[in-house]
């Protein structure tokens, strides 16, 4: 089968198109045909090196996707060939034309879903669930401000939190961006380009500060966070490419909390409990996850590129 390979780490370019074996099952676990492959920021750390959990070299890069069941192993009960099924996590990577699986990364994906939105729902989702509702307990009735919006966590966290019954406030970029965050369900969009969007956020609380912040790029929004945090508020921190120097004191008059957060802490029952989570919301059709660009395979490389550019509006995929 063709595959993407990693042979040492380092830029874009390690992303090699080849020829790997096919896996086949053991006991249970299932083969996906992958009909599309997610691609996350994390994945372009591992493959520089940059990561504090690396694989074994080669590797596969990838662990969210969707397809069709190919083959089950011995005692596989939940999915029988031909099922569509998304996936969270696979033990031979995403990047390729199959994958395999262990049973519980496997999660039946409705007919109104599309394979690339498929791959669109892993690392995103199982994130912003995460943050909103297991690090930040964001109550109905609460405001949230997510930062950087328009990629594919923000687009999660923004229908997650509308769902659950809180006020929606995002910022973008671009004006696209903002459009489709206004069509994604967020109550108020902002420019984070504009000098005074913090300011306009604020008013629009009353002065009263928003109740959670999610930031996807603390080590330049951090400190200007803690200032439009309510009382009792709560900054989650999912992502961070650098240091940022903060005052202390803009969190001890609010009570308020700094949270940082990274997947592969979540607890097997708190998992579980996100893709109950998940699986209702797409099957009632209040979770739509939005694609923003498709790549073939073998064009890896630039949809690692993509991923890390300013301004991405909704999730890239690779289309084996």
Known sequence: MKAIVVKEFGGPEALQIGETPTPHPAAGQVVVRVHAAGINPVETYIRAGAYAKLPPLPYTPGGDGAGVVEEVGEGVKTFSNGDRVWFSGTLTGAYAEYTLCEETQAHPLPERVSFSQGAAIGIPYVTACRALFQRANAQPGEIVFIHGATGGVGTAAVQLARNRGLTV??????????????????????????????????????????????????????????????????????????????????????????????????????????????????????????????????????AHKAVMEPGASGKIVLIP
């Open 169 to 302: 406030m995002a910022t973008g970029g671009s004006d696209k961006g903002r459009q489709s965050l206004r069509e994604n369900g967020a109550h108020y969009v902002f420019d984070h380009h504009s000098e005074n969007y913090l300011t306009e956020a604020m008013k629009t609380t009353g002065g009263k500060g928003v109740d959670v912040i999610l930031e996807m790029l603390a080590n330049v929004n951090l400190a200007k966070d803690l200032t439009l945090l309510a009382k009792y508020g709560r900054v989650i921190i999912i992502g961070s490419r650098g240091k940022i120097e903060i005052d202390p004191r803009d969190t001890m008059g609010r009570d308020a909390d700094i949270r940082g957060m990274v997947a592969f802490n979540i607890t097997a029952p708190e998992l579980a409990a996100i893709h109950a989570t998940l699986q209702a919301g797409l099957e009632n059709g209040t979770l739509h996850p939005i694609v923003g660009r498709e790549f073939p395979l073998a064009d890896a490389p630039l």
